[in-house]
Each structure stands twice: as C-alpha cells, then as structure tokens.
C-alpha cells in the first residue's frame, strides 16, 4: 500500500512539473521568428535585454534544420529582417547574430512587423514548413502608430494559423492592442510585465508554451460569395467555389455557321463573367469540326481570341454521340479540378443514336464528368435533354440561338454553386 501511494506520488509530481518543465515538451520542432520593437521610445540599454533575452530563449530550443528553426526581425518606422528562418541552424552562430542587431529608433509601425511575418517569413505557399507549428513572438513597449491597422493585420496572421506570443513591456503598452496581436486565449499568448529586466521571469514559461503550440492549420479559404440577383438579371461576375474545368460541347454542322457564332459569343460572354484566373478554373469547347483544326486547343487561361474561334467553325458532322465521346476523352483523367460540361443540343436524335449518346453520356458521368444541357429551338426533345443531364435543375431551355444569352446568368450560378 504504501508503495501503492509513492507511486502515485511520484506520478502527480511529475504531472505538475512537466506543465512547466521545457525538457517535458520533447523538443519538438517549431518555426519561430521573433519580432522585436527597435523603436525610439526604447532605451539602448534596454533593447540589449531584449537582445539577451531572445538569447536566453534560443538556447532552451533545440535548434536545426529539422528541429526547432528561428528567425528575427527587428522594426521601428520600417521593418529590418535581422536573420532569415532557418538562415543558421547553429545556436552559436544565431546568437552572435542576435547580438550584433542594431538598434533603429524611430517610430512603432507594428502593423508592418506583422504584415512583413505573414508574407515574408511564412508565405502561402512558398517556403512554409509543413505540420510544424509557426509562431512569432512579438516584443514591444508601446502603442503603435496606427492601431487599426496593427489590429486588422494581427487578424490576418491569426487567420493563417500562425500562432502569435506578445510580449507588453512597461507601463507605455496598449493591453486591447496587445490583446489583439496575441493569439486566443489571450491568457495563454499575452505576457505583461513592468520593466525590461522581468523579462527574464518570463523566459521559461514562453518557452514551455511554445512548444505546446500545435502545427499550424491554416483557415480555410473563405469561399467566394455570389450574389445570385447580379448574376441572374445583370452582367455580375462570379467565381466557381472550386476550381473548375469548364468544356462548352456544341454541333458545328448541325447548328450552322450563323447559330454557332451565337454560340460563341455566349462562350466568350461566360468566359468574360467567370472569375476564372481566380479560381483557377478554365474554359475550353469540343465541337465535331473533327476535319479542321480542333476548336478543344483553344482555352480560355486569362484572355481568348474570338476570331480565332470563330475562323474555325468549319466543319463536317460525325455524331453527336462521336461528339460526347469526344468530350470525355478530351478531359485529362488526372485532372483535379472539377470536370464540367455545357452540351448544346438542337435537335431530336433518333433512336439509335440517342441509345450510343446516353452510353457515352453514362461513361462522362462515371468519370465524374458534371453534364448540364442547353436546348435551343423547337425541334428540342425535353425528355432527352433532361436525360443527358446530371441533375433535373442543370436543364436550360432558350427558344432560339439570337437568345440564348438569356442562359447565361441561369448556368453560370449553376456553375459557381457546384460543390
Ligand atoms: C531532414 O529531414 C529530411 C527528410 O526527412 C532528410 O532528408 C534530411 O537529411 C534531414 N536533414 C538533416 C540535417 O537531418
Ligand atoms: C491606419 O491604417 C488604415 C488601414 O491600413 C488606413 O486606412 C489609415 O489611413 C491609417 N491611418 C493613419 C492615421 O495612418
């Protein structure tokens, strides 16, 4: 029994040490840059110790390439980076780098600081080490120059899934504005203390909290809003919610010549509206000119060349179901994005036609290809439409082809509501 009870003991002594304990934390590997305010207000001698103390604090990481990496900047009136992340994976070589930062003087133009840790030392998408932990730990004596601004920028940093320590020093400090640069709960990322020399007090519990600071899981991109009314009844612009591969499939011959450059000025008009570069998406068509140049090489990255598409409606008719085949060839298997269709149709296939159109139309749709249907004219049959299509709303009928821009606002908020 009494065995029993040292063990237990034992066990909730070392429960509450390891809460403050550096070594407890494991070690594990972090990206940290430090941000230190070098602004007239701070004395010299008081910057050395926020020198020494940044010192003191790299020595408790385990620093490397694939361990613990750190950085600094340095700002007053304009940000100065001091030392990259990851710049040296030395401790020594970091700390006389630390020790040779000069003090600036001049104003406290935080908001920059934080702007420059966003775009700079963690970039979206370029040079961000994954599934660690980004911090910055933020040093300052003061109230910035333009706290709006400091507080819309600290926003964006959280925002990104860097996790921000803030560090309040003197009597001079703005606790709401300090409570907007930390992270949440303020408790946890918020330090106060009088004087410079407390910094040291400090030291240990910043480091233990450090590490206990999960990888950094970005927010998700907000997705674009669409404002249904301007896309429907005005000329409003949208972006996909998702990144999308957009084919327009139409029937050269079939269409004629005059109906198909209707058809094209609706491509060109959906290609204007949709916010393609931004959503990464892409317009594209596939028609049966299988005898001249192929209209599916013209794509719609950023700009497109009307005349060029419309020099190459010329052409001779295979099938329509040649056509869908056509279409789910042209999609690359591997393609990530979203596979879309826009499929034109003017007449009533027969039969035996309809029956290859719906097999190709099934092999589309098991590809994952998303099929939505244009009638044009009277000679239409409904029910095929409706078939050819994947979902009972993404059917749009237009009386004739001088018309059909009436569709547009109707297909594109199909278009930029898919999930
Ligand atoms: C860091 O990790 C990578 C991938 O795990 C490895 O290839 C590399 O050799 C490591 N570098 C060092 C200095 O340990
Ligand atoms: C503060 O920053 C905001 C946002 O960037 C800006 O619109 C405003 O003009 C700035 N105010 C001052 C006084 O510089």
């Not at 056509?323 to 499929?343: G, I, P, T």
Request: glycine share 8%; aromatic share 8%.
């Amino acid at each position: 029994m009494a065995a029993f009870l040292v063990l237990v003991a034992a066990i909730l002594v070392q429960l509450v040490f390891s809460s403050d304990d550096i070594t407890g934390c494991g070690n594990k590997p972090a990206d940290i840059e430090f941000v230190l305010d070098s602004s007239g207000s701070i004395l010299f001698k008081d910057f050395r110790k926020q020198l020494q103390f940044t010192e003191n604090l790299v020595d408790l990481f385990d620093i490397g390439s694939n361990k613990t990496r750190v950085g600094m900047v340095s700002f007053s009136t304009d940000v100065i980076p001091e030392f990259r992340l990851g710049e040296n994976d030395n401790k020594e070589d970091i700390k006389k780098k630390i020790a040779g930062v000069k003090y600036q003087g001049g104003r406290t133009n935080t908001g920059d600081a934080l702007h420059y840790v966003r775009t700079r030392t963690f970039p979206v998408g370029g040079g961000r080490r994954p599934n660690v932990p980004h911090i910055t730990i933020v040093l300052t004596d003061g109230m910035s120059q333009n706290s709006s601004y400091t507080e819309q920028e600290a926003a964006a940093v959280h925002g990104q899934g860097i996790t921000v320590f803030v560090i309040g020093i003197g009597n001079q400090v703005d606790e709401k504005e300090l409570a907007a640069i930390a992270s949440t709960p303020t408790d946890n990322f918020m330090f106060k203390i009088d004087n410079f020399d407390a910094l040291q007090s400090i030291k240990d519990r910043l480091a233990v909290r450090t590490c206990k600071v999960p990888p950094a899981t970005p927010a998700p991109p907000t997705p674009p809003t669409v404002n249904e009314d301007a896309v429907l009844y005005g000329n409003a612009h949208c972006g996909p919610k998702i990144p999308v591969d957009l084919k327009i499939v139409f029937d050269t011959s079939a269409i004629g010549l005059d109906n198909s450059k209707f058809i094209m000025r609706f491509i060109a008009d959906v290609s204007d509206r949709l916010d393609l570069q931004q959503s990464q998406s892409e317009v594209g068509t596939v028609t049966n000119d299988c005898a001249t140049k192929s209209l599916a090489d013209v794509s719609f990255g950023s700009g497109h060349d009307r005349e060029k598409l419309e020099q190459s409606l010329v052409g001779t008719s295979p099938s329509f179901s040649w056509m869908m085949r056509k279409l789910r060839l042209s999609f690359d298997q591997q393609e990530q994005r979203k596979k879309v269709a826009v499929v034109f149709l003017g007449e009533t296939l027969d039969g035996a036609e309809f029956r290859k159109v719906l097999r190709e139309t099934g092999r589309a749709k098991f590809m994952g290809i998303q099929i939505l249907v244009v009638g044009v004219g009277t000679r239409v049959n409904s029910r095929q439409a409706s078939f050819l299509a994947t979902q009972a709303n993404q059917v749009f009928f237009a009386l004739s082809y001088d018309i059909i821009d009436e569709l547009e606002g109707p297909l594109l908020l199909q278009i930029c509501t898919l999930n």
